[in-house]
């Protein structure tokens, strides 16, 4: 088998089409994700911490340039570092909320496979009984 075949029979099989499924819904679901957090939930934490905008913590490491406007995007585009760390409390929330809810669904991927019965195999009927039966007595010494 040559090296294209064996490759055009691995990406055909059913496996790496859900890999690629998954990944492309993945994506997009990080996305919503990250507006839930970035649009829904850091507004009213930052609400209940005093107005507190997340995305614009940070700590300068460098000197600014003298009339730079302290915000996170002013000092990044004189080129001044920053250590940002309220985009990272946002990234983060964002992987916790997105754990949990894989974690959710996982576990109740699992308790849908343990509530369904495996099912059982239909009866033999009685003449095919009957037709082992006479085979097996006729194969005896």
Request: without cysteine; hydrophobic residues 55%; proline residues 8%.
């Amino acid at each position: 088998m040559s090296f294209m075949q064996e490759f055009r029979e691995f990406a055909i099989k059913g496996n790496v089409i859900d890999l690629a499924v998954g990944v492309i819904i993945g994506g997009a679901f990080g996305k919503i994700v990250d507006s839930v957090v970035s649009d829904l939930i850091m507004p009213v934490v930052g609400l209940v911490f005093g107005k507190l905008d997340f995305s614009n913590l940070f700590i300068p490491l460098g000197q600014a340039p003298e009339g730079i406007a302290p915000s996170l995007a002013a000092y990044r585009e004189a080129g001044v570092p920053v250590f940002a760390y309220g985009n990272f409390i946002t990234i983060a929330l964002n992987f916790l909320i997105l754990a949990f809810i894989i974690f959710i669904m996982i576990k109740q991927i699992n308790r849908l496979k343990r509530a369904a019965p495996p099912e059982a195999p239909p009866a033999t009927p009685e003449d095919i009984v009957l037709l082992r039966e006479i085979r097996d007595s006729l194969r005896k010494p």
